[in-house]
């Protein structure tokens, strides 16, 4: 008598996610924008909301004037987010002051230099949206792919010190964002945004070449790229999906071993969400490093988790499957030549650039803290102004750090008085003149544009680092450069859960704190306390500061003593500070 095996049962795979159709049928990135953009509406339906981002924008809501216009009965007050696409943050004199331009023509008059050396305008009305986009692309700049799922700004060191491997990181910069350009999408682009000539019909052309990396879906999620050197992680590295770090030997760059995985949000309510660092892959050579790129992207397009958008990262791809099956499908599958393993190249420094340098043609460059990425004028402290006179004034370039600060360069000798002048002149303090926890500090906007913000976070730091200032000093710890970095959600935009300290928005003015984390981006922190009061964040911070004063071992930085000592040491030093 034989016995048969009943079959397996049929896995039904998961649904997509509605923004999978969204895209699918979206006749790659165009969808019915064009009708939507030229209707006499204030905002967009919600198909057009998505589709908006992958052209650079996103749609908000002024929730300052909520409260008010619901006693008055009307509707939400919608405007606009714009997001430059900056490879590694640069720009020339006349793209600055044109960006700046538009800023007070259709924006609120500020500019926002964001986490990954970009720039963003905010309080663009919808009936402003293409004349902003336009008046970016005829600064020969542009939105594409600045939000959506696809590749994002690529990042790397700012620095324009002219060295042989910043050189090269910034040129692979440029090549790989080039690379991974929408193709299909950036005939959208032109159509709705520029000329307004329709340039073929991408939906006749075979999917691989209207788009040859993504497919007519693009990524399940968004996609960021990173480059850093061992000895300046100034773009910490390891917070992105894909990093390439420097090789270098006798001062010449000689490859780049490359990282994957790396994350930062997460969703309280959802415990299989959670931030990752990028993991070890294999070593590239410079020529390599665009094919890698591109060769990692098509795996992410492949098998990222296109039903869950919670869940939709590569860095969950790196997590479920483990490092050494990543490898194998990579080096099978999209590789397709033997992986060569990574150099071992610890991270061991950070350089904010502040100040002056001097660069390899003679010429200086200036380094200048911008509080939370925030250009405006405000009281005695008139930045925006100061920026335009300087830029005007010595027709330097400008770079974006991803500490959200400026680096001015190509500055002539014989026209740093005249800088230094401009800078007392309009207010704006020297870097060596700043406090160190307010150098070191982040925070991303949050209220009153972000929808996802459940809390302050740009508006409330300054106030906890005054705080934190007075701490510190009293405890003699002012030359610390403790990382402290605030986001208004838990999606991290400003890489919370790498800091020394950690304040992710809870809900209302209580945050989580999160402590142990490196200023040198190597090392997660964890959480000490949950729904923590906003009044009572400093208090809890000075009662680790002044035990880390006294019980911290030689050299240490305040995360690592975090770290060390563990997490019910540090609950029990804070369980009664700042009340209960």
């Not at 009153?448 to 701490?471: D, F, H, K, M, N």
Request: net charge positive.
């Amino acid at each position: 008598m034989t016995t048969e095996t009943a079959p397996a049962p049929a896995v039904t795979p998961p649904k997509p996610s509605a923004v999978e159709a969204i895209k699918a049928g979206s006749n790659y990135l165009r969808g019915d924008l064009a009708e939507q953009l030229a209707a006499d509406t204030d905002h967009l339906s919600e198909d057009g909301k998505q589709l908006v981002k992958f052209h650079g924008s996103y749609q908000q809501e002024d929730r300052d004037a909520r409260k008010y216009r619901q006693k008055a009965g009307v509707g939400k007050a919608y405007m606009f987010m714009v997001r430059l696409k900056l490879p590694g943050g640069k720009l020339t004199p006349d793209q600055y002051l044109a960006v700046d331009d538009l800023a007070g023509r259709y924006g609120n008059g500020t500019l926002r230099l964001t986490t990954r050396q970009s720039i963003q305008l905010h309080g663009v009305l919808k009936g402003n949206l293409k004349a902003t986009v336009a008046g970016i692309n005829e600064a020969l700049l542009s939105t594409l792919g600045g939000c959506g799922d696809v590749n994002r700004n690529v990042v790397c060191c700012p620095a324009p010190t002219g060295d042989p491997a910043r050189v090269q990181m910034q040129a692979l910069a440029d090549a790989v964002a080039a690379h991974l350009a929408p193709h299909a999408g950036k005939q959208a682009y032109h159509e709705l945004w520029l000329n307004g000539e329709k340039v073929g019909d991408p939906a006749a052309v075979p999917v691989e070449e209207a788009e040859p990396v993504y497919g007519a879906v693009y990524l399940p999620r968004k996609f960021k790229t990173a480059f850093s050197l061992p000895e300046d992680n100034c773009t910490d590295l390891l917070a992105h999906c894909l990093g390439f770090q420097a090789v270098v030997e006798s001062g010449r760059p000689v490859g780049y071993n490359l990282f994957a995985g790396g994350g930062q949000g997460q969703t309280n309510s959802k415990p299989d969400t959670y931030p990752l660092l990028a993991l070890p892959v294999c070593r590239v050579d410079p020529d390599e490093v665009v094919s890698a790129a591109e060769a990692v992207v098509r795996l992410f397009r492949d098998h990222g988790n296109r039903s869950d958008r919670k869940r939709a990262r590569l860095k969950y791809v790196v997590h479920d499957w483990g490092v050494g099956r990543f490898r194998q499908v990579f080096e099978r599958d999209y590789w397709k030549r033997p992986l060569r393993p990574p150099v071992d190249l610890p991270i061991s420094g950070v350089d904010l650039h502040h100040g002056w340098h001097r660069q390899r043609d003679g010429r200086w460059f200036l380094g200048l803290s911008v509080e939370n990425g925030r250009v405006k004028d405000e009281g005695r402290l008139r930045l925006r102004s100061g920026l335009r006179a300087l830029v005007s004034r010595a027709r330097c370039t400008v770079r974006i750090s991803a500490q959200q600060d400026l680096l001015l360069g190509n500055i002539a000798a014989a026209d740093r008085p005249a800088v230094d002048s401009l800078l007392c002149e309009y207010g704006i303090p020297r870097p060596e003149t700043l406090p160190m926890v307010r150098k070191w500090s982040m925070a991303c906007p949050a209220i009153p544009t972000c929808g996802l913000a459940l809390t302050e976070s740009e508006r409330a730091l300054p106030g906890i680092v005054s705080q934190l200032e007075g701490v510190l000093d009293a405890l003699g710890l002012a030359g610390e450069p403790i990382s402290v970095r605030m986001t208004g959600c838990p999606n991290g935009c400003a890489r919370p859960f790498q800091s020394e300290v950690g304040l992710v928005g809870r809900g209302g003015t209580k945050y989580t704190l999160y402590v142990g984390g490196d200023t040198l981006g190597r090392r997660l922190n964890f959480e000490l306390e949950d729904s923590v009061p906003v009044e009572r964040v400093v208090p809890k911070l000075a009662a680790l500061f002044t035990a880390f004063r006294a019980e911290r071992a030689a050299g240490e930085a305040f995360g690592a003593y975090c770290a060390r000592v563990g997490v019910d040491r540090l609950r029990n030093l804070t369980a009664t500070a700042g009340g209960v």
